[in-house]
Nanobody
Framework: QVQLVESGGGFVQAGGSLRLSCAVSGTIFRFNIMGWYRQNPGKQRELVAIISDDGATNYGDSVQGRFTITRDNARNTVYLQINSLKPEDTAVYYC????????????WGQGTQVTVSS
């Protein structure tokens, strides 16, 4: 059973920084992609950043240059360093583990709230 547990969210002023963590329990197989998505009430979940198990990354347009995704494969953990926070970054941030070669094999965490005040 795979479980993802996010941590590190909170309340921060604009311009501040946060570091989100997502620890994955259970067996992780090769050829996976881990990532962060975010969502606000009434809106679609949007891509923040993803990273493959060999380190290739991709970012959503709105976070380019401010967010950095990394992973520690030995610890089964993915991180999201968030800098220069803006009020529009306020959302619930979800961690995802996906196996792109296995349709339907995608796992989500419970989410962690990030709130940025102006």
């Amino acid at each position: 059973q795979v479980q993802l547990v996010e941590s590190g969210g909170g309340f921060v002023q604009a311009g501040g920084s946060l570091r989100l963590s997502c620890a994955v329990s259970g067996t992780i197989f090769r050829f996976n992609i881990m990532g962060w998505y975010r969502q606000n009430p009434g809106k679609q979940r949007e891509l923040v950043a993803i990273i493959s198990d060999d380190g290739a990354t991709n970012y959503g347009d709105s976070v380019q240059g401010r967010f950095t995704i990394t992973r520690d494969n030995a610890r089964n953990t993915v991180y999201l360093q968030i800098n220069s926070l803006k009020p529009e970054d306020t959302a619930v941030y979800y961690c995802n583990l996906d196996y792109p070669l296995s349709a339907g094999s995608s796992y989500w965490g419970q989410g962690t709230q990030v709130t940025v005040s102006s």
